[in-house]
């Protein structure tokens, strides 16, 4: 039964952004601003990033000015789906396993036709928190200005310290 609802939570989330990704005037069509034009191979990234756990072979530079314009596209829809504020059901991880998710869903619905289609270069970061020793999950995104991390709880632009950098235990893309 688990998986069932499983399957049909992530059917309806599909279609909602199939939808959305593809209709003229809902915004989603932004997603062909998301990529600069530059591809990473996981060389290039894995020499940049020591320890970043890969799941494709090449990556599509994200463009630093989309990052606002994605928050609030995907802010609209965490609230269409009744998201509206941080829970113990929805914490941290599951607002940056969402952000990035969606991104790589439209990302993909944008570059349907395109010969290249490679995945957009952001995913999660775990890390502890100098101040409070707290873990906490954001992404990460590679873009023409460096490593940007962004918490998708804000959709600001998170300036992580070096004690907290070295703390980075866990990092996908």
């Not at 997603?31 to 320890?51: I, K, M, N, Q």
């Not at 396993?97 to 010969?115: G, P, R």
């Amino acid at each position: 039964m688990r998986k069932i609802r499983s399957h049909f939570v992530w059917a309806i989330l599909v279609a909602s952004l199939g939808s959305g990704c593809a209709t003229a005037g809902s915004g989603w069509q932004r997603t062909s601003e998301a990529r600069t034009g530059r591809v990473y191979s996981r060389f290039d990234l894995g020499h940049e990033v020591p320890g970043l756990i890969f799941g494709d072979s090449t990556y599509a530079e994200v463009n630093s000015a989309w990052l606002p314009e994605w928050y609030e596209l995907y802010r609209r829809r965490l609230f269409d789906m009744g998201i509206v504020r941080w829970s113990v059901n929805f914490d941290c991880n599951r607002f940056a396993d969402l952000y990035v998710s969606m991104a790589q869903a439209c990302n993909s619905v944008a570059t349907f036709h395109a010969e290249s289609k490679p995945s957009l270069a952001n995913g999660t970061v775990w890390y502890r928190r100098d101040e409070s020793g707290s873990l906490h999950a954001i992404v990460q995104a590679f873009t023409e200005r460096g490593r940007i991390f962004v918490d998708p709880q804000t959709g600001e632009i998170v300036n992580l310290s070096s004690g907290e950098v070295r703390s980075i235990f866990l990092q996908t893309i």
